[in-house]
């Protein structure tokens, strides 16, 4: 069976229909989402990208062609990306302006180069395993301005029309361990207004890239036993939290990420997740799957993750540990718990919050729940 995985960087979740926006069109992400498993609450461990594809490409290629293709600099030159048959740089966007049309930009040439790369393999007797990766939205921003506007009210601010990502953080000062919304600060409104219509004008062209592909999956260009993956490395933050741009601090935007897992003969369709679902698991899966033939038997997969597609079992971890330069977090079915620790921020602190119904984190209820913060702090001390 061949694996096709597309994995973007800087792909934030909010900003998909399928996740609950409702200003943003995304047919074909839309599309995409009810042909595929949809994981609500997949996590990523680290926000180092280095550590995070060290666990990711613990696949067995004796039975594939493995091939690679990224834009990315630090994923091509990866200790383990020599274990791939074949390896190809994109070459990333280096241009000063936007570009002005949608096939001129990274994703739609990075798609293509994809679509190429795979129909090279499909024709061999051996399956193969594609797997893309674009720096995404923590890349250069080449969206074109038409695509920026198209999401601009009449009374809204002119969208963010650079190329570099945008960047903001808040002013910290010596006191601000001690404030009570210590991770919130106030950025112009108008500011926020605009990176986030420079930003769905990338999601817009995505999705309009997207349509091609999915169309090559659907009529079978691609092979009739084809597995896609599409899913992000890590978010990008939006104004949540004081910050705007691409920070690796450990809060929803950044570590909660879209997984869609679209199987050849329709398995799993439009089936949605609740459970903890770590992107490590994924290495998991993909390790297990390279071993199936053909859809006829995909379901043998011996990966905790069909247990949750067909409902044997609601939950396949209790917790999970998220690990920063600047924070940790321990994340339960019921809690986001974030621990800074001493020497980074004064004294440290800490902050809770409930899940699933706080899903950007916006209500620290730590000293609320004693009890709670106890009993998760012990966890971060074994």
């Known amino acids: 069976m061949n694996i096709f995985c597309l994995s973007i960087d800087g792909f934030h979740s909010g900003m998909i229909g399928a996740y609950g926006n409702s200003w943003i069109q995304?047919?074909?992400?839309?599309?995409?989402?009810?042909?595929?498993?949809?994981?609500?609450?997949?996590?990523?461990?680290?926000?180092?990208?280095?550590?995070?594809?060290?666990?990711?490409?613990?696949?067995?290629?004796?039975?594939?062609?493995?091939?690679?293709?990224?834009?990315?600099?630090?994923?091509?030159?990866?200790?383990?990306?020599?274990?791939?048959?074949?390896?190809?740089?994109?070459?990333p966007f280096e241009s000063q302006e936007p570009v002005s049309s949608?096939?001129?930009?990274?994703?739609?040439?990075?798609?293509?180069?994809?679509?190429?790369?795979?129909?090279?393999?499909?024709?061999?007797s051996k399956p193969c395993f594609l797997w893309t990766h674009l720096q995404g939205f923590r890349g250069r921003w080449d969206f074109p301005i038409s695509y920026r506007e198209s999401h601009r009210g009449d009374e809204d601010p002119v969208p963010y029309s650079g190329v570099e990502i945008p960047y903001f953080k808040p002013p910290y000062g010596k006191l601000a361990p001690k404030q009570p919304?210590?991770?919130?600060?106030?950025?112009?409104?108008?500011?926020?207004?605009?990176?986030?219509?420079?930003?769905?004008?990338?999601?817009?062209?995505?999705?309009?890239?997207?349509?091609g592909l999915l169309d090559s999956l659907e009529n079978g260009e691609l092979g009739d036993e084809t597995l896609f993956l599409l899913f992000s490395t890590r978010g990008f933050s939006l104004g949540e939290h004081g910050r705007i741009g691409a920070d690796n601090y450990l809060y929803s935007e950044n570590v909660q990420i879209p997984l869609c897992v679209r199987f050849p003969d329709g398995f799993g369709a439009s089936v949605r997740i609740p459970a903890l679902f770590g992107l490590s698991d994924l290495a998991s899966f993909l390790n297990n799957v390279n071993n199936v033939n053909n859809v006829n038997n995909i379901s043998d997969n011996k990966s905790p993750f069909f247990?949750?597609?067909?409902?044997?079992t609601e939950i396949?971890?209790?917790?999970l540990r998220l690990t920063g330069r600047k924070d940790s977090v321990l994340v339960t079915p019921d809690w986001f718990f974030?621990?800074?620790?001493?020497?980074?921020?004064?004294?440290?602190?800490?902050?809770?919050?409930?899940?699933?119904?706080?899903?950007?984190?916006?209500?620290?209820?730590?000293?609320?729940?004693?009890?709670?913060?106890?009993?998760?702090?012990?966890?971060?001390?074994k």
């Not at 991770?183 to 062209?205: F, H, L, R, W």
């Not at 396949?316 to 917790?319: A, L, P, Q, S």
Request: hydrophobic share 35%.
């Open 102 to 124: 949608l096939e001129e930009t990274q994703f739609f040439t990075a798609f293509a180069a994809a679509l190429d790369l795979f129909r090279e393999q499909k024709h061999s």
């Open 316 to 319: 396949i971890h209790e917790r």
């Open 26 to 91: 995304t047919p074909s992400l839309d599309r995409l989402a009810s042909q595929s498993v949809l994981f609500d609450r997949c996590y990523v461990e680290t926000l180092d990208l280095s550590l995070l594809f060290d666990s990711l490409w613990r696949f067995r290629q004796q039975k594939e062609r493995t091939v690679l293709l990224t834009d990315d600099n630090d994923i091509f030159f990866h200790a383990k990306a020599n274990n791939f048959d074949k390896r190809y740089r994109l070459k």
């Open 338 to 381: 974030r621990k800074v620790p001493e020497g980074y921020m004064s004294d440290g602190y800490i902050e809770l919050y409930v899940k699933p119904d706080d899903r950007w984190e916006t209500n620290n209820v730590a000293d609320r729940c004693p009890e709670i913060v106890e009993e998760l702090t012990l966890y971060f001390e």
């Open 307 to 312: 247990d949750l597609v067909q409902e044997k």
């Open 181 to 211: 919304n210590r991770n919130v600060t106030t950025i112009d409104p108008d500011k926020i207004q605009s990176v986030m219509e420079g930003y769905s004008g990338g999601v817009a062209v995505l999705d309009h890239a997207l349509a």
